[in-house]
C-alpha cells in the first residue's frame, strides 16, 4: 500500500532540532522538500544537526526497506563530517565522511528490527559539520519503508 506523503508526514521545527513524525507508512524514496522542509529550514550556523524520525504511529504497519537510506546534500564543499545516527537510543551507523557536498547513509534493517519497540520508535541522526551548513532540501532524502 502505498501513501501520500503530504497526509502521512507532520514536521516540527524546534531551536536544535528538526522532527518528522510519519503519521503512516511512506514507502519509497522521499526528499526533504516533500516532507514540508525548505531550504531555509535546513541552515545550521553551528554545524550541529539533529534530525529525529519518529514512526510511533506506525505500529504494526512499518515494513523496513531491505537497506534503510538516508542522503543529505549541502551547498558547501564541506572537510571531514561525523554522521551517527540511533534507533531508540542504540547507535546503529557511525561514520566520518571525508569532503564533498554529500552524504550517503547506508542502515542495517537487521538491526532497526532488532531495536524496535511497540510504544516509541525513533531514529535520530546527528551530524558534526566542521563549520555552518545549508541542507538542499530537494536534494536530501530517505527511504525507510517499502
Given amino acids: 500500500m502505498e501513501t501520500t506523503v503530504e497526509n502521512n508526514l507532520n514536521v516540527e521545527i524546534?531551536?536544535?532540532?528538526i522532527k518528522i513524525i510519519f503519521k503512516d507508512v511512506v514507502s519509497g524514496k522521499v526528499s526533504f522538500?516533500?516532507?514540508?522542509l525548505n531550504?531555509?529550514?535546513l541552515v545550521f550556523e553551528g554545524?550541529?544537526?539533529?534530525?529525529v524520525?519518529?514512526?510511533t504511529e506506525t505500529n504494526g504497519k512499518r515494513n523496513f526497506f531491505s537497506v534503510p537510506t538516508l542522503e543529505v546534500s549541502y551547498v558547501?564543499?564541506?572537510?571531514?563530517t561525523h554522521w551517527i545516527c540511533d534507533f531508540n537510543e542504540a547507535t546503529i551507523l557511525d561514520k566520518l565522511d571525508h569532503q564533498g557536498h554529500s552524504t550517503i547513509m547506508l542502515m542495517?534493517?537487521?538491526k532497526i528490527q532488532e531495536y524496535e519497540h511497540h510504544h516509541q520508535n525513533q531514529l535520530v541522526m546527528h551530524a558534526e559539520f566542521p563549520q555552518a551548513v545549508h541542507i538542499?532540501?530537494?536534494?536530501?532524502y530517505f527511504h525507510f519503508f517499502n
Fill in 47 to 51: 554545524g550541529l544537526v539533529r534530525i
Fill in 53 to 55: 524520525f519518529d514512526f
Fill in 39 to 41: 531550504d531555509n529550514d
Fill in 76 to 80: 558547501e564543499n564541506m572537510g571531514e
Fill in 33 to 36: 522538500a516533500q516532507a514540508g
Fill in 108 to 110: 542495517s534493517r537487521k
Fill in 136 to 140: 538542499k532540501a530537494d536534494q536530501s
Fill in 14 to 17: 524546534t531551536q536544535g532540532e
